[in-house]
């Protein structure tokens, strides 16, 4: 995988190479939603069914955004032709369903007479694809184009970690309970596909569909119970899930320097 990294690199510092010697540049920085597709959007949580919990391809990944930047670089001897770079940052929460399993943990600990609080952080993904590819744009009006594009390269992706703290009080008794879960790092190919429309070069709208590949879900939990602020039950392990494959919907808005 450090072989794959080191050579979409070189190749993007090729690329930027020859722009600046015999090319014309746009560079563009856009904003847009995400709609997880398929298992990474699905969840169990009344069987706590999630990749992040359990052995699961299901990843109970919700709506997301997106950030990120477009280097296109014009290939002279092709007309509408380009020859593209980009690097993203999305952000997934949690959908409807884990949060609703979020909820019903909160209200269960609240029937016991002696909690003070109970706090939840529930993982979110995250994913930084980095890609090279090839764009077209076709021009339809004065200052109306159309385009389309695909890339290829890499995606880094993880998850937040899972944090639960339970704090109870009994008199002059004090106790925690505590459950945490973080995960691994994981870099996997990555491909996207993409159309869209551009204004007066210097708005544009796009839909992109991204396949990030497959992710294993490695990582490390632990539950500690502490009483009076002494550790009374710790118990640490670690934890091999299945893999999960992230795609998604984007729809974006750009803006071209």
Do not use: C
């Amino acid at each position: 995988m450090k072989r794959q990294i080191k050579k979409i690199a070189l190749l993007i510092i090729a690329i930027l190479g020859v722009n600046y010697v015999n090319a014309q540049t746009d560079f563009s920085l856009h904003l847009g939603m995400l709609f997880p597709q398929g298992n990474f959007a699905e969840s169990r949580m009344d069987n706590q069914n999630v990749a992040w919990l359990t052995k699961s391809n299901r990843a109970g990944a919700g709506l997301g955004f997106d950030a990120g930047m477009k280097f296109r670089f014009n290939v002279p001897s092709v007309k509408g032709l380009g020859i593209i770079a980009t690097a993203d940052f999305f952000l997934n929460m949690p959908n409807d369903d884990v949060k609703s399993w979020k909820e019903d943990i909160v209200d269960s600990y609240y029937e016991y007479s002696d909690l003070d609080e109970i706090t939840i952080s529930l993982p979110h993904y995250i994913n930084i694809p980095i890609m090279v590819g090839a764009n077209y744009e076709y021009a339809i009006k004065n200052n109306i184009k159309v385009w389309a594009e695909a890339g290829l390269g890499l995606n880094i992706g993880t998850l937040t970690d899972f944090k639960m703290l339970a704090e109870f009080s009994d008199g002059g008794d004090y106790l925690e309970e505590k459950l945490e879960g973080s995960y691994q790092v994981n870099t996997s190919m990555a491909f996207q596909v993409g159309a869209g429309i551009m204004f007066n070069s210097k708005y544009s709208f796009g839909v992109h569909y991204y396949e990030l590949g497959s992710q294993k879900i490695k990582g490390k939990q632990f539950e500690d119970e502490i009483y009076n602020g002494e550790s009374i039950n710790y118990d640490e392990w670690r934890f091999t899930g299945k893999s999960i494959v992230p795609g998604m919907l984007t729809i974006r808005l750009g803006y071209h320097f």
